[in-house]
C-alpha cells in the first residue's frame, strides 16, 4: 500500500526512510506515538492527540523538534499527499543519539466492514499482564510488545481482541483498545488505575455518555463483572466505538440489549460526519 512518509525534515520515499541502528529508540523503544484518523480531509480530535503527544513526550525525556503549529502543518501536508480523504495518520517521535527522529506516515484508511460493527468482536481474556502502577501504563509508548504479544495469541485463537489483566486482576484495557460495559442502563470503565490507556476516544465516550445523562462509572473491575454485564463496547481512534459481542465464548447480552452502544456508535459517526 502507497504511504507517504515524512521523516526528520523531509518528505522521502519509503524504502529510503533510515535513522541510525545505534539510536536509543530503536534499540530500546524510547519512543512514543499517535495514532489519527483523518476524515475528509480533518484529522480527528486532532487538539487532543497533540496535546497528549507533548505532554507524553515530556515525561519521557523527549522533545518534539516542531512546535504545534508547525507539526499540524506537516501532518495535514502528509495527509494530502496521500490522496485519500479518508486516511490514518501516524506521528513517532523516538529518542536519537542527539536530540529527536520524528516519523510522520499518511496511508490509506482501511475501514472494518459495517457487518463486522453489527456483530461486534469477539474477545478473550489475555495472558499477558499490565503492569498498572508504572508510567509506561498510561503512555502510548513504542516499547509495544505487550500489546502486540496480546492481540497475536487472540488472533492466533481466532479471537478479534485480547482483554489485558493487571496484576491485580482488574480488567485494565484491550490489546489495541479501551474497554466499556454497560449495566441497568449504566456505563462502567476501567479507571486509569488500572493501567489502561488514556485514550482519544475513550475520552469521547465518557464525555458523550455524561452529555446525554448516562452515568459513568471508573474504578476496578473483573471479568465476571464483564460475563454478567448486559453489552459491551471497545474504542480506539481508528475503529472509533466498537460492539463486543463475546468473551471467551460467552455471549455478552444479546442483540436487544446493545441501546447505549449504539447510542453511542450513532453519536461518534455523526461527529465524525
Same mark, same amino acid.
Given at each position: 500500500?502507497? #504511504?507517504?512518509?515524512?521523516?526528520?525534515?523531509?518528505?522521502?520515499? #519509503?524504502?529510503?526512510?533510515?535513522?541510525?541502528?545505534?539510536?536509543?529508540?530503536?534499540?530500546?523503544?524510547?519512543?512514543?506515538?499517535?495514532?489519527?484518523?483523518?476524515?475528509?480531509?480533518?484529522? $480527528?480530535?486532532?487538539?487532543? !492527540?497533540?496535546?497528549?503527544?507533548? !505532554?507524553?513526550?515530556? %515525561?519521557?525525556?523527549?522533545?518534539?523538534?516542531?512546535?504545534? =503549529? /508547525?507539526? +499540524?502543518?506537516?501532518?495535514?501536508?502528509?495527509?494530502?499527499?496521500?490522496?485519500?480523504?479518508?486516511?490514518?495518520?501516524?506521528?513517532?517521535?523516538?529518542?536519537?543519539?542527539?536530540?529527536?527522529?520524528?516519523?510522520?506516515?499518511?496511508? +490509506?484508511?482501511?475501514?472494518?466492514?459495517?457487518?463486522?460493527? /453489527?456483530?461486534?468482536?469477539?474477545?478473550? $481474556?489475555?495472558?499477558?499482564? #499490565?503492569?498498572?502502577?508504572?508510567?509506561?501504563?498510561?503512555?502510548?509508548?513504542?516499547?509495544? %510488545?505487550?500489546? /502486540?504479544?496480546?492481540?497475536?495469541?487472540? #488472533?492466533?485463537?481466532?479471537?478479534?481482541?485480547?482483554?489485558?489483566?493487571? !496484576?491485580?486482576? !482488574?480488567?485494565?484495557?484491550?490489546?489495541?483498545?479501551?474497554?466499556?460495559?454497560?449495566?441497568?442502563? /449504566?456505563?462502567?470503565?476501567?479507571?486509569?488505575?488500572?493501567?489502561?490507556?488514556?485514550?482519544?476516544? *475513550?475520552?469521547?465516550?465518557? =464525555?458523550?455518555?455524561?452529555?446525554?445523562?448516562?452515568?459513568?462509572?471508573?474504578?476496578?473491575?473483573?471479568?465476571? =463483572?464483564?460475563?454478567?454485564?448486559?453489552?459491551?463496547?471497545?474504542?480506539?481512534? %481508528?475503529?472509533?466505538?466498537?460492539?463486543?459481542?463475546?468473551? =471467551?465464548?460467552?455471549?455478552?447480552?444479546?442483540?436487544?440489549? &446493545? &441501546?447505549?452502544? *449504539?447510542?453511542?456508535?450513532? *453519536?461518534?459517526?455523526?461527529?465524525? *460526519?
Amino acid at each position: 500500500m502507497r #504511504q507517504i512518509v515524512f521523516l526528520n525534515g523531509k518528505f522521502v520515499p #519509503q524504502e529510503k526512510a533510515k535513522v541510525s541502528v545505534s539510536t536509543p529508540g530503536f534499540l530500546y523503544g524510547w519512543g512514543l506515538f499517535e495514532t489519527m484518523r483523518c476524515r475528509n480531509k480533518k484529522i $480527528v480530535y486532532f487538539r487532543e !492527540h497533540l496535546k497528549r503527544l507533548y !505532554h507524553c513526550a515530556g %515525561l519521557l525525556g523527549i522533545k518534539c523538534p516542531y512546535p504545534s =503549529d /508547525r507539526l +499540524k502543518e506537516i501532518v495535514y501536508r502528509a495527509a494530502g499527499k496521500s490522496g485519500f480523504r479518508d486516511s490514518q495518520v501516524r506521528i513517532t517521535l523516538s529518542k536519537a543519539e542527539s536530540g529527536t527522529d520524528i516519523l510522520i506516515t499518511a496511508k +490509506k484508511y482501511l475501514q472494518f466492514p459495517p457487518l463486522k460493527y /453489527r456483530k461486534g468482536f469477539r474477545g478473550c $481474556v489475555s495472558s499477558f499482564i #499490565q503492569d498498572a502502577p508504572s508510567l509506561l501504563a498510561n503512555l502510548k509508548t513504542t516499547n509495544y %510488545l505487550l500489546y /502486540r504479544l496480546a492481540l497475536k495469541e487472540a #488472533q492466533n485463537k481466532g479471537f478479534d481482541e485480547g482483554i489485558i489483566l493487571n !496484576h491485580k486482576g !482488574h480488567i485494565a484495557e484491550g490489546s489495541r483498545s479501551n474497554l466499556f460495559f454497560v449495566n441497568e442502563g /449504566r456505563l462502567f470503565t476501567p479507571s486509569l488505575e488500572c493501567g489502561c490507556l488514556d485514550g482519544i476516544t *475513550r475520552r469521547a465516550a465518557i =464525555d458523550f455518555a455524561k452529555k446525554y445523562g448516562i452515568k459513568v462509572y471508573e474504578g476496578n473491575f473483573t471479568i465476571p =463483572d464483564l460475563y454478567s454485564c448486559q453489552e459491551a463496547f471497545l474504542t480506539n481512534s %481508528l475503529m472509533g466505538i466498537m460492539p463486543l459481542s463475546s468473551l =471467551d465464548e460467552k455471549t455478552i447480552g444479546n442483540d436487544k440489549c &446493545k &441501546k447505549i452502544t *449504539r447510542f453511542l456508535i450513532k *453519536r461518534y459517526n455523526y461527529l465524525l *460526519r
